[in-house]
């Protein structure tokens, strides 16, 4: 009997071969080998994770006999290191996000956050976490730590820890977030410095017309203008004569 096999991929992109023609093809070939009918991979990628197909066709005097088997494979990685982006500072009342993610892990990290060296509650609403009165909201699968209204409390040093239960868990670097009221003097002050300023300057325009110093202007340039006009009269007439 002729015995063919054949090994595809399939993709979201569509279905690519794998083994065709008694050879391999693509990323595996140099760095796989058939046993029987099966595939030993080396050096296996995150890229290698996908589901396989392996198709056989088998000719008898008869008839042509066809089998296929699918097969999932999942190649574990290791979190990388997290970006973490943490505010350097904030106002007391807005809404204020921390974000964590890392890429490279399979499967995908869940995220801790950390607060001055302390692990971050999750707001269950029971237990511990609903006595310590939690202000904010982290969500282990997206990386994302939520305040709806910042306080001063909040300030301190945070970072995060991603991890998938595969290899160490990796942090980010530290970074400071400082939580300061709104400086209502400040700007109360800042406006009356403005406000101040703009009534000098139309008191100064008011007191300048009354005193008339636009309207001599503008008689000086209309009475320079009749003594030019005159001038080229007198010049132009003598020319003629």
């Given at each position: 009997?002729?015995?063919?096999?054949?090994?595809k991929?399939?993709?979201?992109?569509?279905?690519?071969?794998v083994y065709?023609?008694?050879?391999?093809?693509?990323?595996?070939?140099?760095?796989?080998?058939?046993?029987?009918?099966?595939?030993?991979?080396?050096?296996v990628?995150?890229?290698?994770?996908?589901?396989?197909?392996?198709?056989?066709?088998?000719?008898?005097?008869?008839?042509?006999?066809?089998g296929?088997?699918?097969?999932?494979?999942?190649?574990?990685?290791?979190?990388?290191?997290?970006?973490?982006?943490?505010?350097?500072?904030?106002?007391?009342?807005?809404?204020?996000?921390?974000?964590?993610?890392?890429?490279?892990?399979s499967?995908?990290?869940?995220?801790q956050?950390?607060?001055?060296?302390v692990?971050?509650?999750?707001?269950?609403?029971?237990?511990?976490?609903?006595?310590?009165?939690?202000?904010?909201?982290?969500?282990?699968?997206?990386?994302?730590?939520?305040?709806n209204?910042?306080?001063?409390?909040?300030?301190g040093?945070?970072?995060?820890e991603?991890?998938?239960?595969?290899?160490l868990?990796?942090?980010?670097?530290?970074k400071?977030?400082?939580?300061?009221?709104?400086?209502v003097?400040?700007?109360?002050?800042?406006?009356?410095?403005?406000?101040?300023?703009?009534?000098?300057?139309?008191?100064?325009?008011?007191?300048?017309?009354?005193?008339?110093?636009?309207?001599?202007?503008?008689?000086?340039?209309?009475?320079?203008?009749?003594?030019?006009?005159?001038?080229?009269?007198?010049?132009?007439?003598?020319?003629?004569?």
């Open positions: 009997m002729s015995l063919r096999i054949e090994w991929k399939i993709q979201s992109q569509g279905v690519s071969f065709y023609n008694g050879e391999f093809t693509g990323d595996l070939r140099g760095r796989a080998e058939m046993l029987n009918t099966g595939i030993r991979i080396r050096n990628t995150r890229k290698d994770s996908g589901t396989y197909r392996c198709e056989i066709s088998v000719k008898s005097e008869e008839e042509q006999h066809l296929e088997a699918t097969i999932t494979l999942t190649v574990l990685v290791p979190p990388t290191a997290p970006v973490c982006e943490v505010p350097s500072s904030a106002m007391t009342g807005t809404v204020v996000e921390l974000s964590c993610k890392e890429t490279e892990g499967p995908p990290s869940e995220y956050w950390y607060k001055n060296g692990a971050l509650l999750e707001k269950t609403g029971t237990g511990s976490a609903r006595a310590a009165n939690i202000t904010y909201t982290m969500n282990k699968k997206s990386g994302t730590l939520l305040f209204t910042v306080t001063k409390n909040d300030t040093e945070y970072f995060c991603a991890s998938n239960g595969i290899g868990s990796q942090k980010c670097s530290v400071r977030m400082q939580v300061d009221d709104l400086n003097s400040g700007i109360i002050i800042a406006v009356v410095f403005v406000a101040l300023v703009m009534v000098l300057c139309g008191l100064g325009v008011f007191y300048a017309q009354k005193k008339g110093y636009f309207t001599k202007e503008s008689s000086s340039q209309k009475n320079n203008y009749q003594y030019t006009s005159e001038n080229d009269f007198k010049h132009t007439k003598s020319f003629v004569i």
